[in-house]
């Protein structure tokens, strides 16, 4: 019997290509995977959409905003109790 | 425990291989959720606009079974703790005691919408799509850990 994780991987794949015009558009996607022998895990999300227009190819990253904003309030958290905890006043010991 | 038992040990192999394929089944369904196509929609056109949604997909699950050999009628306790230490003749027959088994399993999947691709007159546009209720969240959050710190630090000064 296998034990512990097996498996874990990242991947980019493509979806099926939509061509409206002369514009075709290649979306994108990057996986995180894990699979246990008992289980798994997937984290699945749009990474860029690749933009072909007459000959040229352009590479358009999908930005979650939603996850980049959560984070700067996590990071804005985390510096301004690191902040608070350096400069909260210390207390001096007087010999007797 | 009983002495004539209605599930021998071969009916309660069988059902496990059964829930075994089941399992399986499940995790293929969970794994799907890795393909490209569980994260982007389908296009959709209207007014001269071709929209293809795109969305985080995050899936999981697991399962768990086990089975085991009680203590047997035999009176010299040589009864196998488990299906595999069985002898043979014991796994054919069940003759080993009581047999027992269990299993679970769970799983879930949630999607969160993140952006919009539109392909239009003017080119192609990502339009990112903002979960408010989520930044809300975050932003009490940090607005209470703030304040709560603030407070921590002046009963400090008081003291």
């Known amino acids: ?96 | 425990m009983t002495d004539s038992k209605d599930t021998t040990l071969d009916e309660a192999v069988s059902l496990i291989d059964k829930a075994n394929g089941r399992a399986a089944t499940m995790l293929e369904k969970v794994f799907a959720a890795a393909q490209p196509g569980a994260v982007y929609g389908q296009p959709v056109t209207a007014e001269g606009y071709t929209v293809i949604t795109a969305a985080e997909v995050t899936s999981g699950g697991g399962f768990g079974m086990g089975m085991g050999l009680g203590p047997a009628s035999r009176s010299d306790a040589t009864a196998a703790p488990t299906v595999e230490a069985a002898p043979p003749e014991d796994r054919e027959t069940g003759a080993g005691g009581g047999v027992g088994g269990g299993g679970g399993g769970g799983g879930g999947a949630m999607g969160r919408p993140v952006a919009v691709i539109a392909i239009g007159p003017d080119g192609v546009t990502i339009k990112p799509v903002v979960d408010t209720t989520k930044l809300a969240l975050a932003g009490l959050t940090a607005w209470a850990t703030m304040l709560g710190l603030l407070r921590a630090r002046r009963r400090a000064r008081k003291r």
Do not use: K, Y
């Open chain 1, 1 to 96: 019997m296998r034990s512990g994780i097996d498996i874990t991987w990242a991947q980019e794949a493509s979806a099926e290509p939509v061509t409206v015009g002369d514009v075709t558009v290649t979306p994108r996607a990057r996986a995180l995977v894990v699979r246990t022998p008992r289980g798994g895990f997937v984290w699945n999300r749009p990474s860029a959409v690749i933009v072909e227009r007459s000959g040229q190819v352009r590479r358009i990253q999908v930005v979650d905003v939603t996850r980049v904003l959560q984070l700067g309030l996590l990071g804005l958290g985390l510096a301004i109790a690191v902040a608070s905890a350096f400069s909260s006043p210390r207390r001096t010991e007087v010999a007797p």
